[in-house]
Each structure stands twice: as structure tokens, then as C-alpha cells.
Nanobody
């Protein structure tokens, strides 16, 4: 079982930056993949970025070059540094972890104003 808690969402002006963090807890010592999904109103949930326990990362094409994912395996945490934010990045961002199944946090709102 894994519990995930996100933090760091907020309001930022277009072109600005924001950093998100997620802490995992539970009776799991190793997590295979960790990453971030997002969902905007009226749109489907999409994968933003993910990273394996070995450090391999994958990004959605829309965020490549602007977002950076990192993780601390020992602390079971994953981070998302978001730079050059655009209004279309506005969404609820959900932390996820994959270990014998998929788990999601409650989400944190990111709003980017024009």
C-alpha cells in the first residue's frame, strides 16, 4: 500500500516557474515508477512526466525542455520543476507511483494566468 501527498501548487503568471513535490509513504520499500499526471477541466488526464527507479525519465512532448522531473529513492519522493509556464499548463497535477499497481495523490491545483 502506498499513500501519496502532493504540495507546491498555486497561481503563477505566464512565463513563471513553480515546483511540485510528492512524498510517498506506506509499507513499500521500493517503488518502480513515479511521476506526474495532470487533468484540466473538460479534458482527459494525461501523463506529464515519469521516472523509473533507475533514473530514466519520459516527458510529454508539450513540456519537454520546460519541466524537469527528479526523485529521491531513499526518501520515496518525486519532484517536478516547471519553468516557462503557459496558460495551457493550468490543471490539477497528480502524483503517481507504480508498485504492484498504480497509486495517485489527491492532486494540487496549478493555475497559470496570461
Amino acid at each position: 500500500q502506498v499513500q501519496l501527498v502532493e504540495s507546491g501548487g498555486g497561481l503563477v503568471q505566464a512565463g513563471g516557474s513553480l515546483s511540485l513535490s510528492c512524498a510517498a509513504s506506506g509499507s513499500v520499500f521500493s517503488i518502480n515508477n513515479m511521476g506526474w499526471f495532470r487533468q484540466a477541466p473538460g479534458k482527459q488526464r494525461e501523463l506529464v512526466a515519469e521516472m523509473t527507479s533507475g533514473g530514466n525519465s519520459n516527458y510529454a512532448g508539450s513540456v519537454k525542455g520546460r519541466f524537469t522531473i527528479s526523485r529521491d529513492n531513499a526518501k520515496k519522493m518525486v519532484f517536478l520543476q516547471m519553468n516557462s509556464l503557459k496558460p495551457e499548463d493550468t490543471a490539477v497535477y497528480y502524483c503517481y507511483a507504480r508498485v504492484r499497481g498504480d497509486y495517485w495523490g489527491q492532486g494540487t491545483q496549478v493555475t497559470v494566468s496570461s
